[in-house]
């Protein structure tokens, strides 16, 4: 799957704007590929996959493009 950063925390984690998607995706820190935290800035595109924990749907292997 692909969309957009559209929020960062300064805890680590952020949400993503999932392209033909209502809801936006929940993220850590830990489940970035080939790419820092503190690299990524809003706006930047990523790639995906959307997996199910005990607190909802949430993106992990996320990668910048």
Known sequence: ME???KKLTDKGY???TVDGEEK???F???E???VRFDELKE????SFEK???PKGE???NVTRI
């Not at 706006?43 to 990523?46: E, K, L, P, Q």
């Open 43 to 46: 706006g930047d595109r990523v």
């Open 32 to 34: 970035l590929q080939g």
């Open 58 to 60: 949430n993106a992990t």
């Open 3 to 5: 969309g957009t950063i």
């Open 14 to 16: 952020g949400f993503i």
């Open 28 to 30: 850590h820190g830990n």
């Open 51 to 53: 997996a199910t924990s």
């Open 24 to 26: 936006d995706l929940f």
